[in-house]
């Protein structure tokens, strides 16, 4: 004996054409993510990015040095990529460094390389140093006012002249 029957009904046809939708756009949205990381391209809104771009792009054809300034977090790292990518330097070495992340009694070393005996626990061989290494290509010299101005001035030199000198060494 059944006293009561409880029908629910529910159309379920706007339901499946939200699934579809929503599935779509996701595919959509996936194939724009890889389209963008793969291409390299940046996504801003701004004119005043828009014209920081197009200055990234005429600097890149040249063989200068470019000093990129800016509060900490603007994105001054991703102006240094697109200038580096954007170059014919783009297939060379291109290394970053934090100026601040490296302790203060090996920043000279690190940054210029050093000779062999050229100091106590140093490398029987010597080592290049993180300049050279970019010899060719770009180096990025992230938080560089983070030096100490001693070797503000050696790095200065290095940049003016384009050659260093390795600790030690006497040429």
Known sequence: QVDYVINYLIDTSDLVKLRNNLQEVQTQNELLQKRLKNSG?????????????????????????????????????????????????????????NCAAIPEQLLESELFGYEPG????????????????????????DEIGELPLPLQAKLLRVLQNRKLRHLGANK
């Open 41 to 97: 391209e940046k996504v801003y809104q701004s004119k005043v990015m828009q014209q920081v771009v197009e200055l990234a792009h005429r600097v890149a054809k040249h063989d200068i040095t470019v000093l990129i300034t800016g509060p900490s977090g603007v994105g001054k790292e991703l102006v240094a990529n697109l200038i580096q990518s954007s170059s014919d330097r783009k297939d060379a070495p291109f290394v970053k460094i």
């Open 118 to 141: 050229a100091f106590t626990g140093g490398n029987s061989k010597g080592k290049i140093g993180i300049i050279e290494s970019a010899n060719g290509g770009t180096l990025l010299l």
